[in-house]
C-alpha cells in the first residue's frame, strides 16, 4: 500500500472536501465562460428562425433574422400574430414599425441591451448574488443545448434557466423563474436556421407604406410633473446598482440593476389617474403601487420589474421625501 | 341496411343532444361497431351546437396557455381536474421519448390559440390568467390588485409603465429576446 493510504482520515477527509471545492470551483467557471460565450453569440452569430414568447396568459412568436457581417450587425423581427409589426436594427439604431404608433426610433432608448457583451466582470456580479449551475443538456429547436441555471442566492431575486445552443453559446430558450421556481416567463426558438445565408432582403421592411397610414408617433414619456422635493431610497436588495434611464426626467424615475434583473421606481406628484394600490404580476414582471403624502401633494410610488412583489413592496416603501437626494434621487 | 343503421344512428345521437334517448337506445349505440363513427358524429354535433348556443366552440375551452407553456417546459401541463377544460397537448408532452408528439402538440396549441385570438399582447395581455398569477404568487402581507378590473386608463397607465421600465432595463443583454418584452408592451398599448 502506498504511503498516501496511510494518512489518517482527517487528512483524506480534508482532501476530499479539497476535490470537491475544486470540482464545484471548476463548474463555475464552466457555467462562466458559457455566460461569456453566449454574450459573444448575441452578436455574432448568424441566425434566422421562429422564437415563442409567452407571459401570463399572453402567446406570441415572432420571425427573426440576424447577421453579423464586416462588423456590422442587421437584424429583423416580425410579429407572426396579431397586429402587423416589426423592429429592425442596424448596429445601435433601431426602429419599430406598429401600425398604431407608426414608426418609432428606439435607438436613444434600448441603447445597451441589445449589444452588450457579458465581460469577465459582468459574469462575476452575477455569479455573487446568483448561483449558477450546468443543469445537463436538452434538444431545442433541433439544436443540442447545455442548460444553464441562475439561482439567487437572496428571495429578493427571480431565478433564470438558459438554454444556450452547444456549438455557437447562442441563447435558445429562457425561463424567468418565480421563487418557488414557477416559469413565469418564457422565450423559445421553435424554428431556428444558423446560417451565413442571409441576404440583405431579408432585412428590409415589406410594409414601408403601411407604417405611414397611422398617426404621428405619441410621445411615450410618462407625462409626469415636476416634483417639489427630493425623495430617496432607503432600501434595495444588495447588489443592485442605478442603471442608466435613458428616458424620463431625472428625479422622478430611476432604475436599478443586479447585472441580470432591474427594476425601475418611478415617482408621479398629483396622479392624474387613480391606480388602485397594491402588487400585480405580468409574467415575470411585477408592479407595485402605493401612495404617499409629502408638503401637502399626493405622489403615487410605482415599482416595476423583473423581481418578487415581496421585494417590490419593500422597495416602494422604503421610499420618502424630504432628505438630500440619495441613489434613487440621482440615478 | 347501411341506410337504415344510418338512420338510428343519426336519430340516437339527436335524441342524445336533445337529452330524450333512453338507456337501452344508448347502449344499443355504445356498444354498435358504429361507436367510433357515432363518437366522431357526436363530437362534431355537439360543438356545432355550441357555436349555435354560445357562439364558442369546444376548442374555445381548451387551455392553450396551459399546453404551450407546458410544450415550452416539456413538462405536463396541469390537470383542470375540476372542470371539463382540455389541456392541448399535456399527454403528449409526459411521454418520455416523444419529441414528434412534443412537436405536434406545440404546433397544434400554438394554432389553435391563435386562431381561438391570441394576438400580439391583446388588450387582455394585462388581465386574465395573469391575475390569477397575481393571486396566487403574492403572499398575504403583499395587498395584490386585480388587473382584469382596472378601467381603460388604468391599464393604459400600467403599460405605459411596463413600457418605460423596458427601456430602463440595463439587464443582460438577451438580444432579440431582449425585445419582444418591449415590442409586446408597445404593440398592445
Same mark, same amino acid.
Given at each position: ?17 479539497? #476535490? ?19 454574450g459573444?453569440?448575441l452578436r ?28 456590422? #450587425?442587421?437584424e ?11 423592429i429592425?436594427r442596424?448596429?445601435g439604431?433601431v ?8 414608426? #418609432?426610433?428606439l435607438d436613444?432608448l434600448l441603447p445597451s441591451v441589445p449589444f452588450r457583451s457579458v ?124 442603471a442608466r434611464?435613458p ?8 432604475a436599478?440593476t443586479?447585472g441580470l434583473?432591474s ?37 403615487? #410610488? ?30 | ?34 361507436? =367510433? ?12 351546437? =355550441? ?114 421600465h423596458a427601456r430602463n432595463g440595463d439587464a443582460l443583454g438577451q438580444g432579440a429576446f431582449g425585445y419582444a418584452r418591449v ?7
Open positions: 500500500m502506498s504511503d498516501w493510504w496511510r494518512v489518517g482520515i482527517g487528512s483524506r477527509w480534508v482532501l476530499a472536501l479539497g #476535490i470537491t471545492l475544486m470540482a464545484g470551483s471548476a463548474g463555475a467557471r464552466e457555467a462562466g465562460d458559457w455566460l461569456r460565450q453566449m459573444q453569440a455574432e452569430t448568424n441566425y434566422q428562425g421562429v422564437l415563442v414568447y409567452s407571459r401570463g396568459d399572453d402567446v406570441s412568436s415572432l420571425r427573426i433574422a440576424h447577421r453579423y457581417r464586416h462588423g456590422e #450587425i442587421r429583423r423581427l416580425v410579429l407572426q400574430d396579431g397586429q402587423k409589426a416589426e429592425r442596424r448596429n439604431r426602429v419599430c414599425d406598429f401600425p398604431v404608433d407608426g414608426r #418609432i426610433h436613444a465581460d469577465d466582470d459582468h459574469v462575476s456580479r452575477i455569479q455573487r448574488w446568483y448561483q449558477t449551475s450546468l443543469d445537463g443538456q436538452a434538444r431545442i429547436a433541433g439544436h443540442e443545448s447545455v442548460v444553464l441555471g441562475l439561482t439567487p442566492k437572496d428571495q429578493h431575486r427571480l431565478g433564470y434557466r438558459l438554454w444556450l445552443e452547444k456549438q455557437s453559446g447562442l441563447l435558445v430558450k429562457s425561463q424567468v423563474l418565480s421563487t418557488s421556481g414557477e416559469a413565469l416567463e418564457r422565450f423559445q426558438f421553435t424554428m431556428l436556421e444558423l446560417t451565413d445565408d442571409l441576404p440583405d432582403a431579408l432585412f428590409e421592411s415589406d410594409r414601408r407604406d403601411d407604417v405611414r397610414r397611422g398617426p404621428p408617433p405619441r410621445n411615450d414619456r410618462l407625462p409626469e410633473p415636476g416634483l417639489k422635493g427630493a425623495w430617496r431610497l432607503g432600501w434595495h436588495p444588495d447588489g443592485f446598482r442605478p434611464v428616458h424620463g426626467a431625472p428625479g422622478e424615475v430611476a436599478f443586479d434583473a427594476f425601475s421606481v418611478f415617482i408621479r406628484q398629483k396622479p392624474a389617474v387613480e391606480m388602485p394600490l397594491g402588487a400585480s404580476r405580468v409574467g415575470a414582471t411585477t408592479i407595485f403601487m402605493r401612495r404617499l403624502e409629502h408638503d401637502g401633494e399626493r405622489h403615487l #410610488i410605482t415599482v416595476v420589474g423583473e423581481i418578487p412583489p415581496e421585494t417590490a413592496m419593500k422597495v416602494a416603501r422604503s421610499v420618502t421625501f424630504g432628505e438630500a437626494p440619495d441613489i434613487a434621487g440621482r440615478p | 341496411m347501411r341506410d337504415t343503421m344510418d338512420d338510428r344512428l343519426r336519430e340516437t345521437l339527436s335524441a342524445m343532444m336533445d337529452d330524450e334517448a333512453d338507456e337501452l337506445a344508448v347502449h344499443r349505440l355504445l356498444s354498435s361497431a358504429q361507436s =367510433e363513427e357515432a363518437q366522431e358524429r357526436w363530437r362534431r354535433w355537439h360543438q356545432q351546437r =355550441e357555436i349555435l348556443r354560445h357562439g364558442r366552440s369546444d376548442f374555445s375551452s381548451v387551455d392553450v396557455r396551459a399546453g404551450v407553456n407546458a410544450a415550452l417546459d416539456g413538462q405536463a401541463a396541469p390537470d383542470d381536474a375540476g372542470g371539463d377544460r382540455n389541456v392541448v397537448g399535456a399527454g403528449e408532452s409526459t411521454r418520455p421519448t416523444g419529441v414528434w408528439p412534443w412537436v405536434a402538440s406545440l404546433a397544434v396549441a400554438v394554432v389553435i390559440g391563435f386562431g381561438a385570438g391570441f394576438t400580439w399582447t391583446s388588450p387582455s395581455a394585462l388581465g386574465g390568467a395573469t391575475t390569477a398569477t397575481a393571486a396566487s404568487t403574492v403572499e398575504n402581507t403583499v395587498p395584490s390588485v386585480t388587473l382584469e378590473d382596472l378601467e381603460d386608463e388604468q391599464r393604459a397607465q400600467l403599460n405605459r409603465y411596463l413600457l418605460e415590442a409586446s408592451v408597445s404593440a398592445g398599448r
